[in-house]
């Protein structure tokens, strides 16, 4: 049987405020054919000073950066070019899946098109049906409105056996809302993560909107505890969630 591999760009470096960065260790994973358990790719593991790199670029694009002050339209504009490379992507992802984790890859293949692109681009269409700002009588008569504004930076823990999946359910209604993000990605399957992260460098998102890392629980607790993160999305163990 011909030795299958993962093919990323930049497997040795993490994804910090629009650039590949060297981490500062020469700490790594490898990720493994969940059928041979031949190393199919080697991806940067992330440190606690790598952490905090990517904490400071997401909070710098949030509280400086355009991206919280474009409009909804004008995001979508984003979401919609990232789905478009998702579909152009689409048996890579499948394959990816497959590899890492052992779903079937005639099962992965028309999953990935529903659940990837088509949340990118469901979030996108929102940016015209729904009410980000609405008015409102108010109890003196006055005229008062009803605003949603993002809610700052966001930390997204991805579990490893739907990754892209979940990864992209996380990430597309933030995106809209206008938060900026870290995503960690799971030691066992980050190779989903580094595609989107190329994706996000190829369509020219404003740096430091998302940052992808990859770390070991004691680093991913740092991005949970951290003050400079406003919101945690998780998906994992019911241990790790009482935690």
């Avoid at 929102?126 to 409105?145: C, D, I, K, L, R």
């Avoid at 949603?148 to 991805?158: A, K, L, R």
């Avoid at 030691?187 to 992260?197: I, R």
């Avoid at 460098?201 to 740096?207: C, N, V």
């Amino acid at each position: 049987m011909t030795k299958r591999t993962i093919s990323l760009k930049h497997p040795d470096r993490l994804f910090i405020g629009g650039q590949w960065v060297v981490p500062a260790t020469s700490e790594t994973f490898d990720v493994l054919d969940c059928s041979t358990e031949e190393v199919v790719a080697t991806v940067a593991k992330a440190s606690s000073e790598d952490m905090q790199r990517a904490i400071n670029a997401a909070r710098e694009a949030f509280d400086e950066g355009p991206w919280p002050r474009l409009s909804p339209q004008e995001r979508a504009v984003y979401l919609e070019k990232i789905a478009e490379r998702l579909e152009a992507l689409n048996d890579e992802f499948a394959r990816i899946w497959s590899i890492e984790t052992g779903i079937v890859y005639k099962v992965a293949q028309p999953r990935i098109g529903l659940f990837i692109s088509g949340a990118f681009r469901q979030y996108a269409a929102m940016a015209s049906s729904f009410a980000f700002s609405e008015a409102h009588q108010s109890v003196t008569g006055n005229p008062a409105y009803r605003v949603y504004e993002p809610v700052g930076v966001v930390g997204q823990i991805i579990p490893w056996n739907g990754p892209a999946g979940l990864m992209a359910y996380k990430t597309a209604p933030a995106l809209l809302a206008g938060c900026t993000m870290v995503i960690k990605s799971p030691p066992e399957a980050p190779c989903s993560a580094y595609l989107l992260a190329q994706i996000c460098e190829e369509i020219g998102l404003p740096p430091g909107v998302i940052n992808v890392v990859t770390a070991d629980r004691d680093v991913s607790e740092e991005l949970v505890r951290h003050p400079g993160v406003d919101k945690i999305t998780f998906t994992g163990s019911t241990g790790a969630g009482r935690r």
